[in-house]
């Protein structure tokens, strides 16, 4: 007879046990972090920095359907979510923003 069925149910539990150890200790150590550091000025500063490095990605060097809009209108719906972000400081608001005026550049093209 094979069991096939306990190797998806053993690397499911080995994943579940990784996740939950890093946790615990998160928990365990949270009332000894001072958040207020210089280590998590710095861990927030590679945080932006990295987010900013994808978000660039994204606009000049997209993949997929993203590809086929010319880099205009990436452009301008990036400036129209930025200037939208700085003015009403809502991310949601901001983000379909900038997506309806991309969709509106390409269907006027």
């Known amino acids: 007879m094979q069991e096939s069925w306990i190797w998806p149910l053993l690397v499911l539990a080995v994943a579940a ?8 200790l998160g928990v365990a150590l949270s009332g000894r972090i001072n958040p207020a550091s210089p280590f998590f000025a710095w861990l927030a500063c590679v945080a932006y920095a990295l987010l900013a490095g994808l978000i660039a990605r994204m606009v000049l060097l ?3 359907p993203l590809s086929e809009a010319p880099l205009p209108a990436r452009l301008a719906a990036f400036a129209v979510c930025v200037a939208c972000y700085f003015r009403t ?6 983000i379909v ?3 309806a005026a991309l969709a509106l550049w390409l269907s006027l093209a």
């Open 17 to 24: 046990l990784s996740t939950y150890v890093w946790r615990g």
């Open 62 to 64: 997209p993949i997929g």
């Open 89 to 94: 400081k809502h991310i949601v608001l901001s």
């Open 97 to 99: 923003t900038g997506a």
